[in-house]
C-alpha cells in the first residue's frame, strides 16, 4: 500500500531564509509525486508535480522539488522563505489509477 | 464559477441529525473526490467518482456516511445520524481527466461541520 510521510508538523524559517519540508514516500510501483499547499482560510492548490519526466521539478511561487528514489524522497525547497509562504503544505502520493494518498502536512512559519 | 464551489462554507448539527454537503465541480471535469480534514489531521479520503459511478468508496469510515452525483456534475455528501466526531472540514476536488494518476486536483474552499 502506498503512504507518505512529512517530517515535522511544524517548521519555522526567518524571512529569507532557505525551506525545506521533507517528503518520504512509500509505493509499490513508480511513483507519481505533489505538492499542494493550503493558505490560510483557502483551499489546497497544487505546487508542483512529479510525473517521470525530470526529477528536478520547479513549481510556483519560486518553489521546486527534487525526486530521488533510492531515497524514496521528494521535499520540497524554496531558497528565501518570504511571510506569504507561511500555509500549510502537504505531500501526496499517487500509485494506483484513482487515489491520491496525502502525507498528515507541514505547517510552515515565516519569522520576519 | 472558475472553481470548484462547496457549500454551505459552514454547517453547525446537532447530535443525531442528518447532514448534507454540496460540491459543485469545475465544468467539463469528470473525476470527482471528498476529503476529510479533521483538525491537525491530514486528508483523509472518503469517495471517488468517475462521472456519476463511484468506483472507489473504501474511505467512506462507516454506513453512515453516502454520496452520489448526478448528471456527471453535483456530488451531495450526506452523513446519518451525525456524531461528535464527524466533525470536520469536508474538502471536496475535481479534476479533469478520468482520475489519473497524473491529474491534478482542484480544491473547493470546503465545508466545516460542527457537531454538538
Known amino acids: 500500500a502506498q503512504s507518505v510521510t512529512q517530517l515535522g508538523s511544524h517548521v519555522s524559517v526567518s524571512e529569507g531564509a532557505l525551506v525545506l519540508l521533507r517528503c518520504n514516500y512509500s509505493s509499490s510501483v513508480p511513483p507519481y509525486l505533489f505538492w499542494y499547499v493550503q493558505y490560510p482560510n483557502q483551499g489546497l492548490q497544487l505546487l508542483l508535480k512529479y510525473t517521470s519526466a525530470a526529477t528536478l521539478v520547479k513549481g510556483i511561487n519560486g518553489f521546486e522539488a527534487e525526486f530521488k528514489k533510492s531515497e524514496t524522497s521528494f521535499h520540497l525547497t524554496k531558497p528565501s522563505a518570504h511571510m506569504s509562504d507561511a500555509a500549510e503544505y502537504f505531500c501526496a502520493v499517487s500509485d494506483t489509477r484513482d487515489k491520491v494518498i496525502f502525507g498528515p502536512g507541514t505547517s510552515l512559519s515565516v519569522i520576519p | 464559477g472558475a472553481g470548484v464551489s462547496q457549500s454551505p462554507s459552514n454547517k453547525v448539527t446537532e447530535k443525531g441529525k442528518d447532514v448534507e454537503l454540496r460540491c459543485d465541480p469545475i465544468?467539463?471535469?469528470?473525476?470527482l473526490y471528498w476529503y476529510r480534514q479533521s483538525l491537525g489531521q491530514g486528508l483523509e479520503f472518503l469517495i471517488y467518482f468517475q462521472g456519476n459511478s463511484a468506483p472507489d468508496k473504501s474511505g467512506l469510515p462507516s454506513d453512515r456516511f453516502s454520496a452520489e452525483r448526478t448528471g456527471g456534475s453535483v456530488s451531495t455528501l450526506t452523513i446519518q445520524r451525525t456524531q461528535q466526531e464527524d466533525s470536520a472540514v469536508y474538502l471536496c476536488?475535481?479534476?479533469?481527466?478520468?482520475?489519473?494518476?497524473?491529474?491534478?486536483?482542484?480544491f473547493g474552499p470546503g465545508t466545516r461541520l460542527t457537531v454538538l
Open positions: 476536488a475535481s479534476s479533469l481527466r478520468t482520475g489519473g494518476r497524473t491529474d491534478t486536483q482542484y
Open positions: 465544468s467539463g471535469h469528470t473525476a
